[in-house]
């Protein structure tokens, strides 16, 4: 069922055909009785074409999409020249798919971390030439989480530009796995916070002030841990910091909602950082066609305001990505 409510989706996927040869030669493809599937931490990968994407977008009422290259991105190639070239082809390939459809599309950059300078070298191109809307990164690289040292010339030069930062979980270097479940149903959600974690006990936030910063899946156990979070930092061997203060820097970031529309989990968010940091997210095409209706039933049983809605969809994203906002005249 088409939504009615203008939307700008933050958290939706491509998968290139470059991208998927890619893991195929990484070794992440598993023969099957129906042919080659890709998996991702055990998860897997979509078949993809962008006329059916295009097409879902249109079915489902999503104005805008910002597309992102999901993890590993060129992580497996480990910043070497291939995931320089290739991180640059899979971000031409997503601009050749903006200019076909200029109204309804935009992009995260893809960066070939974790070489820090050819990075900063492609979110140049990406914000200058190409014209994305913003940057996209993983919760962690090798063990290295956001706001670590390493990332600073890239932050840093982030920061001057005033630009937003997609922050999307990938697999933690030592993972403790459960039988028969797959990384993202329950890792993503700890790396997501181990970075919003790692954000607020690196000052990130007070190093990077100007950076708009999105965590993805409503920051994964956040809003249950936030409390906890925060009184860490208050003790002596940890920085000896302000609680209170503590709890502005979780709630100055952005959180998208993709796969977090279920009650307690809105309940426990709003009631963290309000609904004006709140972020539309589909995980689509991951999160497949046809359990998209549930994710939207979720936050249509909310209940949230007519205000409040029109904010969560797209107001506020918006917001913080003003080449969406020149290019629908919004």
């Not at 965590?215 to 930092?233: E, I, N």
């Amino acid at each position: 069922m088409a939504n009615k409510v203008f939307t700008v989706d933050t958290h939706t996927h491509v998968v290139p055909e470059i991208w998927r040869e890619m893991l195929i030669s990484a070794g992440y493809a598993t023969k099957e009785e129906n042919g080659t599937a890709i998996y991702v931490d055990g998860f897997r990968t979509p078949e993809f074409s962008i006329e059916s994407y295009v097409k879902n977008r249109e079915e489902w009422g999503y104005d805008y999409s910002v597309m992102s290259i999901t993890c590993p991105g060129v992580s497996p190639l480990n910043g070497n020249a291939k995931a320089k070239k290739l991180a640059r082809d899979l971000n031409n390939q997503m601009a050749e798919w903006i200019k076909q459809h200029p109204k309804t599309l935009g992009a995260w950059a893809c960066l070939p971390l974790p070489d820090v300078e050819a990075a900063v070298e492609e979110a140049k191109y990406c914000l200058d030439v190409l014209g994305f809307d913003g940057i996209g990164v993983y919760s962690n690289y090798n063990g290295r989480y956001i706001g670590h040292e390493f990332l600073d010339p890239l932050f840093e030069e982030l920061n001057r530009r005033k630009a937003t930062v997609f922050v999307h979980p990938t697999a933690p270097a030592d993972e403790v796995k459960l039988p028969g479940v797959s990384s993202p149903v329950i890792e993503y959600c700890f790396d997501s916070t181990r970075a919003v974690a790692n954000m607020l006990w690196t000052k990130g936030r007070q190093r990077f002030p100007d950076l708009k910063i999105i965590f993805s899946h409503g920051g994964g156990t956040l809003p249950f841990l936030a409390g906890r979070l925060a009184l860490q930092t208050t003790f002596p061997f940890h920085g000896g910091w302000d609680f209170d203060k503590s709890m502005e820097v979780l709630k100055s970031f952005y959180y998208d909602l993709a796969v977090g529309t279920y009650e307690p989990q809105l309940a426990a968010l709003t009631s963290l950082v309000g609904t004006d940091k709140l972020l539309f997210g589909s995980d689509f095409p991951h999160l497949p066609a046809h359990r998209l209706q549930q994710h939207e039933d979720g936050l249509t049983a909310y209940k949230f305001s007519e205000e409040d809605t029109k904010k969560i969809r797209g107001e506020n994203a918006l917001a913080i990505l003003p080449k969406i906002k020149a290019k629908l005249n919004k």
